[in-house]
């Protein structure tokens, strides 16, 4: 599967998350063309507010490991990550991050902050951005249109 | 209590820690004076990449207060918080970081990154470094000087 056939499946999981009240964010974790772990944004439901799509993705991932480092991982997020959610993408050593929308206000990996720009920190992650963009924006647009005009 | 007693207690934490083989990291969360959460560094032991000892102590908080909101609470950390630790600081809407040793190489506050600085966020956190420092530093060195040399 390439890039975009796996953010179809964080686009899923998205949907689900929008399904369930929380703002669309899904994410998957794969490794060796195989699904690790997939999530969506559940900090509404679970009142956790670590509870990301991606922190979700990374506890699972890690855990059908059977360990902390997520070596020749790749995680799929439909949205910029937030500096908490690009800071857990170095602790787990994650070796890509592939992104869909940009988050003008929130992203910490181009757009407020670079926290995984070249340089910074021992371990390098790769960043590709713009996989399925305006599916991955329409669905946080369609989400909070929706709130404002239930 | 003072923020020097509560570092106390997130120094004990961090002896916990090391006693169970983890970097000694200890935090405490405290609200209104009463004790929210305490935790300690358990990446090794439970192969969870994300559960530093402020990741541990914020979910914990959130499940005692039974919101994602930690409004008014304050965070002390025995270790400068790297950034993921400083991200969920953010996204918890923590009111205050009190932190002991500074981390040279991996802190995401003052030493490498600056993700708590003023303008950056909607949220600001007000950040006291230092309390207890040596005391927190000595604690990392025992242990890593033990693991060398054990």
Redesign the interface.
Known sequence: MRHRDWMQMALTEARAAAQAGEAPVGAVIVRAGTLLARAHNE??T???????AE?IA??RA??AL?????DDAVLYVTLEP???????I????LRQLVYGARDE??G?VDS??R?LAPG???HQVEVTAGVREEECAQALRDFFRDKRNP
Chains 1, 2 share one sequence.
């Open positions: 900090r509404e679970t009142g956790d507010p670590t509870a990301h922190i990374i506890r890690a855990a059977g360990r902390w480092r997520l937030c500096p908490m959610c690009a800071g857990a170095v602790a787990a050593r206000k929130g910490g407020v902050m926290i910074i920190w021992n």
